[in-house]
């Protein structure tokens, strides 16, 4: 069991689809590992679609650099993997997902983004039954923070509706 390896970069060691499937494994009890790096290692849809699975019961991966997207059904697997995860916060790609495919406005590409950054603002805390209401107004503020491209307060709208009574928190 790793207790001190933080990151770890895989990049061009030809994982492939099994070597991927072995790891989002293994992140699923490891709370250690940070930072993951499996860029150019031949990984297709069965790889991202095997840590799409793993990606809720992750607990410390916070950053994964995946490297391109070979189809739409690979980034969605991970949309869904995403939507139920509350601590990863920066997925990098080589090129946009969208700009492979030309399909123009992307809602894949636009729910990746706006799952990661509820995750920069705290979305974790909205499953905490026990979390202090100090920490409610720096949430708040991180979300507002968080809003997307279009300045939209997607996020902040979001956790105001997952848990209301923070208006009531705030108005007395």
Known sequence: HNN??????????????????????ALTVNTTLTKLWVASNGIGIQGFMALGQCLPKMKGLEQINIGDFYDMTSAEALVQGLESNTRLSALYLQSPIC???????????????????????????????????????VVLEKANQHQSESGAPDVLYHMLREKPELLEFYRG
């Open 4 to 25: 001190s390896l933080k990151s770890l970069i895989l990049s061009y060691n030809n994982i492939g689809d099994t070597g991927l499937k072995a790891l989002g494994d």
């Open 99 to 137: 700009e492979t495919y030309s399909c123009g406005s992307c809602p894949v590409e636009d729910r990746l983004d706006f799952f990661l950054r509820m995750n920069k603002s705290g979305r974790s805390l909205l499953q905490s039954p026990s979390a202090p209401s100090s920490l409610w107004s």
